[in-house]
């Protein structure tokens, strides 16, 4: 920002507070696909080199599309349009560098500082979280597979629930009888 001359107004720091959630995104995909390797077995480095380069291209494809919605801001004329030039190029640089940093150096701490999980004797938190999440996925996993199924009963209770919901916001339903006025839905 100071580079390209441009203060750090209320915009600017929005502009930075949004692009910390993408920057931090951009890493933990990288992060997860590694650690999610190595899990498999494989060596540290190459858990790097295989993780990166299966999700780099989703990482790019992701960050580039993030840079691409802001860029009809930076077509914007008059002061509302300098105003949102600055918050434009200011999120889209952020993201540029998170996409550097998350193809580049994230993988290569990946590769010094990780190390496998499995084989490693956990604590009591962690061993209850882990049956309490094996619980909520069996259970997600029969839905799914119900819903799938019977995918006509699940469209039909879709479409009637839309239904419903739009007639409990029709205008005759908007009668609030406990304090007899109307209210919005």
Known sequence: MWAVGYSLDNLSLMALTISTGFVV???I???EN???RLEKGQTRLQAAIDGTREIGFTVLAMSL??????IPLLFMGGLVGRLFREFAVTLSVAVAVSLVISLTVTPVLCARLLSSESGRAHGWLYQWSERLFERILRAYDLTLGWALR???LTLVLLLSTIALSGVACSPWCRKDFSH????DC
């Open 25 to 27: 995104d951009d890493a």
């Open 29 to 31: 995909v990288v992060l």
């Open 34 to 36: 590694v650690t999610r």
């Open 65 to 70: 599309s993030l840079i691409a919605v802001f």
């Open 150 to 152: 019977w995918w006509t």
């Open 180 to 183: 007899s006025r109307t209210t």
